[in-house]
């Protein structure tokens, strides 16, 4: 996808969560831009690509982690000198968004205490698929939303939520690790949430934007436009960034 060269700096990203969520189709969106329709068990695997973020080259070199327990006791293997997490869940599984509540959070920190973490909800064109409606239609469920999802990444701290879908929209894939890269830089939360809805933002309050109520402006005078804003607004039509 991206062309090897210089690079400023590298950015080691972990993805987790439950098998089947679709973290490989994530990665393999990103880095080659295909979409595989069969679903290939993941033990580890080590991806490398260069892109460009916020005025920086960046290499990212991706870690895809097995969800299976079998892999419990190797997998944490992986997060040493992660510059940031990917927790991902399916928005069709409810239950994988539990799941990250339950199990991945808590095993990311134990491991990895200090390392910006991103709630990234994946297969988000399952919101609109028959069959993912009637299944969840006969255990009285549905979907998770984007609000829902919204309020774990709240809960758990994370840096921001994300949504993505490997199937339909692979800019938005590119952009979710762009989003990545820059918490990993440590300069997402110098930029206002994109692409919520009324206004809403990860929480955190830097004198930049509004809060959840969608006031805007600043505190203390109008400020010079960020050119790492002006990126992500650019990138707000493809991708929904809580």
Same mark, same amino acid.
């Given at each position: 996808?991206?062309?090897?060269?210089?690079?400023?700096?590298?950015?080691?990203?972990?993805?987790?969560?439950?098998?089947?969520?679709?973290?490989?189709?994530?990665?393999?969106?990103?880095?080659?831009?295909?979409?595989?329709?069969?679903?290939?068990?993941?033990?580890?695997?080590?991806?490398?690509?260069?892109?460009?973020?916020?005025?920086?080259?960046?290499?990212?070199?991706?870690?895809?982690?097995?969800?299976?327990?079998?892999?419990?006791?190797?997998?944490?293997?992986?997060?040493?000198?992660?510059?940031?997490?990917?927790?991902?869940?399916?928005?069709?599984?409810?239950?994988?968004?539990?799941?990250?509540?339950?199990?991945?959070?808590?095993?990311?920190?134990?491991?990895?205490?200090?390392?910006?973490?991103?709630?990234? $909800?994946? %297969?988000?064109?399952?919101?609109?698929? +028959?069959?993912? &409606? *009637?299944? #969840?239609?006969?255990?009285?469920? @549905? /979907?998770?939303?984007?609000?829902?999802?919204?309020?774990?990444?709240?809960?758990?701290?994370?840096?921001?939520?994300?949504?993505?879908?490997?199937?339909?929209? $692979?800019? %938005?894939?590119?952009?979710?690790?762009? +989003?990545?890269? &820059? *918490?990993? #830089?440590?300069?997402?939360?110098? @930029? /206002?949430?994109?692409?919520?809805?009324?206004?809403?933002?990860?929480?955190?309050?830097?004198?930049?934007?509004?809060?959840?109520?969608?006031?805007?402006?600043?505190?203390?005078?109008?400020?010079?436009?960020?050119?790492?804003?002006?990126?992500?607004?650019?990138?707000?039509?493809?991708?929904?960034?809580?």
């Amino acid at each position: 996808m991206y062309a090897m060269e210089a690079v400023d700096s590298e950015c080691k990203v972990v993805l987790v969560g439950d098998s089947r969520c679709g973290k490989t189709a994530l990665v393999q969106r990103f880095v080659s831009d295909q979409f595989a329709e069969v679903y290939t068990p993941t033990g580890f695997e080590k991806y490398t690509c260069t892109g460009c973020v916020g005025g920086h080259r960046v290499r990212f070199v991706v870690w895809d982690t097995s969800g299976a327990a079998a892999y419990d006791s190797v997998r944490p293997l992986a997060y040493p000198d992660a510059r940031v997490f990917l927790l991902c869940f399916r928005i069709g599984d409810p239950d994988s968004l539990e799941n990250a509540v339950r199990k991945w959070y808590g095993e990311v920190r134990q491991h990895s205490p200090g390392a910006p973490l991103i709630l990234c $909800g994946c %297969a988000a064109d399952q919101r609109g698929d +028959v069959d993912t &409606l *009637a299944r #969840l239609a006969r255990r009285r469920r @549905a /979907p998770v939303s984007s609000e829902q999802a919204l309020q774990v990444s709240r809960q758990l701290g994370a840096a921001t939520y994300v949504e993505t879908s490997s199937r339909t929209a $692979g800019r %938005a894939v590119r952009d979710a690790f762009e +989003v990545a890269a &820059l *918490a990993a #830089l440590g300069k997402l939360n110098s @930029a /206002p949430a994109v692409g919520a809805p009324n206004g809403a933002t990860n929480g955190t309050n830097n004198g930049t934007s509004g809060g959840a109520n969608g006031g805007g402006g600043t505190n203390g005078g109008a400020k010079a436009p960020h050119p790492l804003k002006a990126e992500l607004k650019g990138r707000a039509r493809s991708c929904c960034v809580m």
